[in-house]
Every structure is written in C-alpha cells, then in structure tokens.
C-alpha cells in the first residue's frame, strides 16, 4: 500500500515543520480546526458541541471570516469539523476559497447531506471528505443516535469515491468498543476505498449528555492495543504511526493543544478544540496569552486527566519526529515495522499484518469527539 493522501501533503506538512523548527518556534499550529457553525442533524450522545441554545445554533461564520482565520493561523492543513458543515450554507464557498489558498481541507461529515451537496464541491487534491464512521452498522447507528445512517454514510462515500473525491474516515471510540468489531469495520473501509482512517478516544466533555462511556488512560491503551495489534495489510491510518504508538501505550506525550487550534462563531477557543476556557480575538493573542501550562496530563488539570485525543496528541508525535535524530527514527521505524506482533492481542500472532506502508508525517484529522 502506499502513502494515504497525496505526495504533495505530506511535502506541504513535513517542509512547513522544518520551516517552523528552523525559526525556533516551539509553538506552532498544524491543523487549524475551523468551525463554521455549531448546529448538526445528528444528536450523539457523545457529543459536547450541540448542547448550545438555538439562537446559538443559528449563527454561522461568514466564508471571509473563515478566510481571515486561515491566513491569521497558516496552518498548512485546515479540518472543518462541526456540527454538520455541510448544513452551511455556504460551505462550498468557504471550501472553494480553502483551495485556492492550496490548503489540505478536511471536511468532517456525517455525509447524511453529501449525496445532495456532492454537486458543489470540484474534485480536487486539496479537499478530503471526512466521514464520521464509528464502526459497523449497529454500533453507528447506536453510537450517533439514529438507524439508517450507516447506510446512508455508505451511500454518499461510494458517491464522492465515483465522481473522483478524496474521501477518509474518522472513528471515536468509546468504553464498550469491541475491538474485533472494530478490525472488522477496518475491513470494510478499505473494501469501500476509503483513502485512510483517522482514529481518537472519546474526550469526556462536560456538555455531553452520556458521561458514563468515556475511556480512561488505561483502558484507551488496552483497546487500542487490542485493535492496532497484528494488523491487516489493508490498513491505511491518516494519522502518525508514533501516535498510533502513542494510543496503543508504547510511548508517552505531553499534549500540545496549540498544535491544533480552533476558530468557530465565539472565536478562538481556548486552549483547544475540546475544551472551553474561554476565546481570544486573534489567534497571536491566543498564542501568546493562553497560560499553556495548565493543560495536559501532566498539568493536573482534572479536565485533561484522561484525555488521549488526536486533536491534543499528534501534534506532540510530529513533533517528536522532527525534533531529534531519535524521534526521526523512531517514526521511520514505525512506519518500516507495524507488524506490532502481539499473540495476546486481537487477532493472535498468525493475524495478518500489515505491509510496509508508509505513513511518514501523514497527519491528518478532523476529531469528532
């Protein structure tokens, strides 16, 4: 299997890191998390993003505004997550403007809308689909709430696959996951033809409605150990294979949650994606005058104890790779060697593992947690 994602990504995200390293910034953005709007067709459980009032829900960020915050950040990747962007209404121009910038978008959907947008959207190396997927049939529909939307996210993928879009998939996984469940949706992604899959532990928002199911440090790491373990050699992870690593608890990271920053209608979130402590006007302010020590497991924050999210952690694994001869190989060797042999894991030691893929700074995401 090849590289997820085209050539030129992984040129764009690798080439700007160095830039960044080379000027001695220690803080720096990778992915700009761009929320145009807060409403979504979906109620999840799991979700902290739509338990807003509906004066809220009504407001949409305008496509200038969404331009200015992509050229004040600069990140060189920009995931449009959610709610439900494809219920904006001028998303297509908001994605449009994104390309023209050559910027790598991730548009984060449930895809109930896709097959009727998908007419808006030009083909393009720079626009992905983002399918929230959070595994097979029975436990999607549970996990988001609503029957049929499997079916209905199947449709609109085969759809953008046939008409020549990039499509990619994002799964949050809960406590209760069943990880031979979970190989099995694996499976049948690729079968589909998606590119790749992006995958996160479920982050224990204060707003969502189930606070029963939400993983801790140590069960996060079993399953995904389970999961990750003596893998398919039809697996292809949008993702770090060092934050793969990460999740499966063969290395430890500090959370850099300005590596990931977030725009929506209140401003720029504080101090990330998934936490609220309060906006600042400019993403410089943001940087500057965000207090960054009070956040991540070893801050002891109790509201970071036992997060693991792709949206706080990858950003530490990039930049272990090109932070030291060490990190840059421990990531060779991790894309070279993703057998991860384990005969007491998920799929024993006669699964079928994966083929030398590379996956060398493919990081790409778009949580929906």
């Keep these: 299997m090849g590289v997820p994602g085209p050539i030129s990504q992984m040129w764009a995200v690798s080439s700007y890191v160095v830039r960044q390293k080379l000027k001695g910034r220690k803080q720096y953005p990778l992915v700009l998390m761009l929320e145009p709007l807060l409403r979504c067709n979906l109620a999840c459980a799991g979700c902290g993003k739509i338990q807003y ?74 626009l992905s689909f983002s399918v929230h997927m959070d595994g097979q049939r029975e436990h999607h529909d549970f996990s988001v709430c609503r029957e049929g939307t ?4 199947v449709e609109g993928i085969r759809l953008a696959l046939q008409r020549g879009f990039r499509v990619t998939t994002n799964t949050t996984l809960f ?18 033809g998606v590119e790749g899959m992006m995958l996160s532990p479920g982050y224990t928002y204060d707003k969502a409605p189930d606070q029963e199911h939400f993983l801790t440090r140590k069960k996060t790491r079993n399953l995904f150990n389970q999961i990750l373990s003596n893998r398919s050699d039809k ?23 300005w590596g990931m920053p977030t725009y929506n209608i209140f401003g720029w979130q504080k101090p990330c994606y998934l936490m609220q402590d309060g906006y600042a006007d400019t ?17 002891g924050n109790p509201k970071c104890a036992n997060c693991m999210v792709h949206s706080g952690y990858e950003a530490s694994a990039v930049n272990d790779t090109f932070g030291s001869v060490g ?19 998920m799929g024993g030691a006669s699964g079928n593992p994966s083929k030398r893929s590379g996956q060398l700074v493919q990081i790409m995401t778009s949580p929906k947690a």
């Design 150 to 153: 499997y079916d209905k996210a």
């Design 283 to 299: 993403f410089q302010e943001l940087i500057s005058e965000t207090n960054w020590d009070n956040y991540g497991t070893e801050s």
């Design 235 to 257: 697996w292809r992870f949008n993702l770090s294979p060092l934050f793969l690593e990460y999740l499966m608890g063969k290395r430890d990271y500090k959370c850099t949650p």
């Design 175 to 192: 406590d209760g996951a069943d990880p031979q469940s979970v190989r099995q949706f694996f499976d049948d992604m690729m079968d589909l």
């Design 327 to 345: 990190g840059f190989l421990a990531t060779v060797r991790a894309t070279l060697f993703n057998k991860y042999k384990d005969p007491d894991a």
């Design 53 to 126: 009032p509906a004066h809220v829900l009504k407001k949409n960020l305008s496509p200038e505004e969404c331009f200015r915050a992509v050229d004040e950040c600069g990140a060189p990747v920009v995931s449009i997550p959610g709610g439900e962007p494809l219920m904006h209404p001028q998303i297509a121009e908001i994605v449009k403007g994104l390309v023209a910038r050559k910027k790598y978008i991730y548009l984060c959907t449930n895809a109930l809308l896709l097959s009727e947008r998908l007419h808006e959207f030009t083909p393009s190396k720079y």
